[in-house]
């Protein structure tokens, strides 16, 4: 009776066991995680049907974009197991602007760091805000969201993360709320934006309605996302400031953060040459705010920019030439693996146009939702571009190619073109939260795991579809647009 009832407890435990080591998951390299989106990528060229639009040039956007009812099929083209990995190539090539100003704005940002500029900078910061400490991460969010709400701002912003992880580090949270203050601020700005020419402009000249129309629901569309975003970063942050256990990177080294954590910031001083670097780091972020906003400033010239005041920076700090350029390296040498997932992420979008499906993709959402109610329609039209962002992760090759299918649908189904407009910002920018290619791209750089980006970032998404939904309903309620 005994030696049953050991077996049985030997069972239970050995169930119990087996049933923890499947609960158990554990994400992949960010790199095996991204090539095995390559691999099903190619499946998918086997699998859906290759198809094309025609596209004519649209003078009002000097694009090329689709013409309606013009989708044909065409000759399938499988891209092949070689050609997967040559798509890896050409996606490091078609990535070269943004790995490049990816490796300047950090070389900036390091050269600031290794100088002990950034340091005692953020020193001074915390200082001055004695008592504030709680009003400088949603100051900075909600900065970052003006930013893509207004001139459509976001990639540019990939060089101020490690500047505001080493801020966030400071005030007591840690390296991921940093992260957050400048990847979900600027992302939620870009999304609910109010004047953003690469989404709104783009898409309201294909629909040929007025540019920047219906700015006043938009502006409480943004202040709505921005608070639930702030609210939501702020709620992690204040959890992990008083318990560093709930911290979802707490086991994550961040090398370049190593002297803020130690608590060393009060103990350095902040000498002339580190106030003259603060000026021109100062000058530098006001000149890139500048050149973006006036002169529609492009990344080669932001990373022109960051170059010539990197080395400015160091002459500042009595570095030499060489010292200037073996420092560049050396920040290279942190950021390669960010480099590496940027182009592995554009690989992906290789895939999918070699094998000619993605204007298939939008056939078929079209041809879905062509027969719904208005509502439906509309909600439709914001799921169906949240899944296309994963093919398009361009905001404005979105619009080329959606815009002139969604706007004679939303006249089909009676829905205002500002509504089909709405839904289109909506789905394709806050989409970039979600899908692997743009979050493994922020996690290299952060140099955080994919799986604790995601941790962290599910519910918020969840919350922001659902009130993506909510405003596109009340905006087919309210006739919005009319």
């Known amino acids: 009776m005994g030696k049953t009832a050991i077996e049985s407890n030997n069972q239970e435990s050995n169930k119990q066991v087996i049933k923890r080591k499947k609960i158990n998951f554990t994400m992949p390299h960010s790199y095996v995680f991204m090539g095995m989106m390559i691999f099903l990528a190619g499946i998918l060229t086997y699998i859906v049907p290759a198809g094309e639009f025609n596209r004519v040039e649209d003078l009002a956007t000097d694009r090329l974009v689709v013409v309606p009812d013009s989708y044909k099929l065409i000759e399938q083209s499988p891209v092949s197991f070689f050609d997967l990995f040559l798509s890896i190539q050409k996606g490091m090539i078609n990535a070269a602007e943004i790995i490049f ?34 009003f400088i991460a949603p100051i900075f969010m909600l900065v970052f969201g003006l930013m893509g709400a207004t001139f459509g701002m976001y990639e540019e912003s990939y060089g101020y993360i490690p500047l505001m992880m080493g801020i966030a580090v400071a005030l007591g949270y840690d390296a991921l709320v940093g992260v957050a203050i400048v990847y979900v601020g600027i992302t939620t700005g870009f999304s609910a934006s109010i004047t953003n020419p690469f989404t709104i402009g783009i898409a309201q000249n294909i629909a040929k309605i007025p540019l920047f129309s219906g700015t006043g629901f938009r502006i409480i569309a943004f202040i709505a996302f921005m608070s639930l975003s702030i609210f939501y970063v702020m709620h992690y942050a204040n959890k992990v400031k008083k318990n560093p256990d709930a911290s ?3 086991d994550i080294e961040f090398p370049f953060l190593s002297d803020i954590r130690k608590g060393v910031l009060s103990e350095q001083k902040f000498t002339t040459r580190h106030k003259i670097s603060m000026i021109l780091f ?10 973006t906003v006036k002169f529609r400033w492009h990344l080669p010239e932001l990373s022109a920019v960051l170059i010539m005041m990197m080395i400015v920076t160091g002459l500042v700090n009595k570095l030499t030439f060489a010292q200037i350029a073996d420092t560049f390296i050396e920040a290279c040498k942190t950021m390669v693996f960010a480099a590496l ?37 509309a909600s439709s039209m914001l799921i169906g571009q949240t899944l296309l962002n994963l093919f398009i992760p361009s905001a404005s090759a979105a619009a080329a190619i959606s815009m002139p299918i969604m706007t004679p649908l939303a006249d089909l189904v009676g829905l205002n073109r500002q509504i089909a407009v709405l839904a289109f910002q909506f789905g394709d920018g806050f989409a970039n939260m979600f899908w692997p290619h743009t979050v493994a791209v922020i996690c290299g750089i952060a140099c955080i795991p994919i799986d604790r980006w995601y941790k962290f970032l599910w519910p918020l998404f969840l919350s922001i579809l659902s009130l993506e939904i909510i405003f596109v309903i009340i905006a087919v309620a309210i006739n919005y647009g009319q």
Not at 282 to 291: C, E, F, R
Not at 343 to 354: D, H, K, P, R, S
């Open 101 to 134: 100003y990816v490796l300047f704005s950090y070389g900036f940002i390091f050269m600031l760091t290794k100088t002990g500029v950034f340091n005692c900078g953020i020193g001074v910061l915390l200082k001055k805000m004695k008592g504030k400490e709680n």
């Open 341 to 377: 997932i940027i182009g592995l992420a554009n690989a992906i979008l290789v895939v999918f146009q070699e094998g000619h499906i993605i204007d298939t993709i939008v056939h078929a959402m079209a041809y879905v939702i062509k027969d719904l109610s208005p509502m439906i329609s």
């Open 282 to 291: 100062v000058g530098t972020i006001l000149t890139l705010i500048m050149g």
């Open 248 to 250: 979802l990177v707490k």
